[in-house]
T-cell receptor
C-alpha cells in the first residue's frame, strides 16, 4: 500500500541553526505534499505545501523541495527559534485522494 | 485562514457507553471531511473519509459499526464511538477540505479516555 517514510525521528539543533527533515513516498502518482507542525495536545497545523509541478517553494524561514524522480521531498527550516520546537509531519496525497502521513520528526531547538 | 473546530476537546466516559465528537468548519464549506486517530507519540492514522450527504468510506481495519460517521451538512461532521472500550482511548482529530482544493485544515483534536 501507500507509504510515507520520514527521517530523522528526532532532531536537536541549536537556536539559529538550520533543520532539515527528509521524506520519501511510495505512490508515484502522488501529486500534493503538505507539511504539518503539531504542538503537544493540539491538532496539526499546515505550515507549507508543494504540488508535483513545482520543485521548490519557500515561505520566509521555511522551504520545501521535491524530487519527483526519486520520490523524495524535504523540509528546510532556517534560523531556527525555540518556538519551532514541535513534531513535524510530512504527508503525501495518493492516487486514491487520501493524505498519508509520515511517522513524524520531533524537533527540539535549544536556546 | 480556514478554521475547523471540534467539540468536546476532551471527554472521559465509562466502558460500554457511546461518545459523540463534533467537527465543524467555521468559515468555509467542507465538502469532504476526514477523521484521524492518533495514539501517543505516533502519527495520524486515517480512519474514514466522508463527503457531504454520502456514506463514509472507512479504511481497512476500522469498524464502521463501531465508529459511526455522519456528514449531514457542509459545515458539520460527527464521529460516534459506540460501546467504547479502554483501547478506544486516543486523540481523535478531524480535518476538512472544500471542493476543488487540496488543502486539508485540521481541528484541535478531542482526547477520549475510556475508563
Amino acid at each position: 500500500g501507500e507509504n510515507v517514510e520520514q527521517h530523522p525521528s528526532t532532531l536537536s539543533v541549536q537556536e539559529g541553526d538550520s533543520a532539515v527533515i527528509k521524506c520519501t513516498y511510495s505512490d508515484s502518482a502522488s501529486n500534493y505534499f503538505p507539511w504539518y507542525k503539531q504542538e503537544l495536545g493540539k491538532g496539526p497545523q499546515l505550515i507549507i505545501d508543494i504540488r508535483s509541478n513545482v520543485g521548490e517553494k519557500k515561505d520566509q524561514r521555511i522551504a520545501v523541495t521535491l524530487n519527483k524522480t526519486a520520490k523524495h521531498f524535504s523540509l528546510h527550516i532556517t534560523e531556527t527559534q525555540p518556538e519551532d520546537s514541535a513534531v513535524y509531519f510530512c504527508a503525501a496525497r495518493t492516487s486514491y485522494d487520501k493524505v498519508i502521513f509520515g511517522p513524524g520528526t520531533s524537533l527540539s531547538v535549544i536556546p | 485562514g480556514a478554521v475547523v473546530s471540534q467539540h468536546p476537546s476532551w471527554v472521559i466516559c465509562k466502558s460500554g457507553t457511546s461518545v459523540k465528537i463534533e467537527c465543524r468548519s467555521l468559515d468555509f464549506q467542507a465538502t469532504t471531511m476526514f477523521w484521524y486517530r492518533q495514539f501517543p507519540k505516533q502519527s495520524l492514522m486515517l480512519m474514514a473519509t466522508s463527503n457531504e450527504g454520502s456514506k463514509a468510506t472507512y479504511e481497512q481495519g476500522v469498524e464502521k459499526d463501531k465508529f459511526l460517521i455522519n456528514h449531514a451538512s457542509l459545515t458539520l461532521s460527527t464521529l460516534t464511538v459506540t460501546s467504547a472500550h479502554p483501547e478506544d482511548s486516543s486523540f481523535y482529530i478531524c480535518s476538512a477540505r472544500t471542493s476543488g482544493r487540496s488543502t486539508q485544515y485540521f481541528g484541535p483534536g478531542t482526547r477520549l479516555t475510556v475508563l
